[in-house]
């Protein structure tokens, strides 16, 4: 049986390995460690993906979570505060995704100490998710069987079950005006940031529809105070769940793009548009889907389906072909120094994924 003790107590010694994206290798050896004492087979592909296996009956079934964490991320000191995690306010708790991985320890503990036997086990840690998803895009495919996945990075409990999510756009534009004194000879200048302030005015942005985003995080350009600022950067994204609104929000990106260039003919406009993942809907009755039902009805809970407006590694396992789900992981306010694990929670998603594993 999943144990609270033992799990919070996995889950703040992960919290405590600083992981920022891109800094994974002592989460790594921890995982790794522990995965090769519970007697699972650890491997790693070629981008350090953690890839872990367990013999048991049956189709695989993939558990994922992702290392990485956001920043600030370091040097982060978990609290426990009633019935929740939370750091002292000068960091992340990193809940998102260390609780995922806890679950998914956790309950590989309780299921290999019962002894009941189980069903076969894929697990499947990434690095880099946060910011580009860039271990599941160089995950190894062929060194994973699983047709069905379950990922364990949602926000809120275990019976949120996210069956759609959108497809992302990353926008970014190298604008190039022309350098002049400011005070002296303004009028020879071109202004790289007014050229950007123009197109930022015209984009549209926010909430498009009820399943489209999009938005510019960050502008950056100019040198000093008394020149006309020659350079000038822009970095967005866009998303929507319909690939044919997105292909829409994209001319009209570009359109306006176009036509800010066309009124400065002499500056130069670098626009980059890139789709980073693709939207997946996975239907109500898919075997994913009906392996988490059956898990959370043996333990009296409703499985909600949901639509997010966020992507995860999910995105990219279903576009390779594995049906795989996010869920809760007990998490809220991720990416904020305000997050917090509710440990009862993360204690049902450990008791979820030991029913999933002992082939509920
Ligand atoms: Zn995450």
């Known amino acids: 049986m999943a144990d609270q003790e033992r799990l919070v107590k996995t889950l703040i010694d992960l919290i405590k390995i600083d992981s920022p994206s891109g800094e994974e290798d002592a989460m790594d050896l921890e995982v790794s460690t522990r995965l090769e004492a519970l007697g699972l087979k650890v491997s790693h592909d070629s981008y350090n993906n953690v890839i872990a296996k367990l013999d048991g009956q049956g189709q695989p079934v993939m558990l994922s979570a992702h290392l990485d964490t956001v920043e600030p991320g370091r040097g982060i000191k978990p609290i426990v505060d009633g019935g929740v995690l939370r750091s002292d306010g000068s960091t992340i708790l990193g809940g998102d995704c260390k609780a995922g991985v806890a679950i998914v320890l956790e309950a590989l503990t309780a299921a290999t100490q019962s002894g009941g036997g189980n069903r076969a086990i894929e697990v499947v840690f990434t690095r880099h998710e946060e910011g580009g998803l860039v271990g599941a895009h160089n995950l190894d495919f062929s060194m994973i069987s699983a047709k069905t996945g379950i990922v364990f990075d949602g926000e809120g409990p275990p019976n949120r079950i996210c069956v759609s999510a959108p497809s992302q756009n990353v926008v970014t534009a190298r604008i190039t005006g022309r350098a002049a004194h400011a005070g002296l000879e303004p009028e020879k200048g071109i202004s790289a940031l007014i050229i950007a302030a123009e197109i930022l005015g015209r984009l549209p942005l926010g909430r498009i ?129 305000w997050e917090t694990a509710v440990i009862s929670e993360v204690l049902l998603g450990a008791q979820m994924c030991e029913r999933i594993i002992r082939g509920a």
């Open 209 to 337: 529809d009820e399943e489209t985003t999009a938005n510019i995080g960050r502008m950056e350009g100019g040198l000093k105070r008394n020149i006309v600022p020659e350079q000038a950067f822009l970095d967005g994204e866009f998303r929507s769940r319909d690939n044919e609104k997105l292909a829409d929000l994209e001319r009209k990106f570009r359109g306006v793009f176009d036509e800010v260039a066309s009124r400065y003919p002499e500056a130069k406009i670098a626009l980059d548009i890139v789709n980073t993942y693709q939207a997946y809907h996975v239907d109500a009755g898919s075997e994913a889907v009906s392996v988490i039902g059956r898990a959370l009805t043996v333990m009296g809970l409703e499985p909600i389906l949901e639509s997010t407006g966020g992507g995860s590694d999910a995105n990219v396992f279903v576009e390779r072909g594995i049906t795989a789900i996010p869920v809760g992981i007990g998490v809220r306010d991720f990416h904020t120094t």
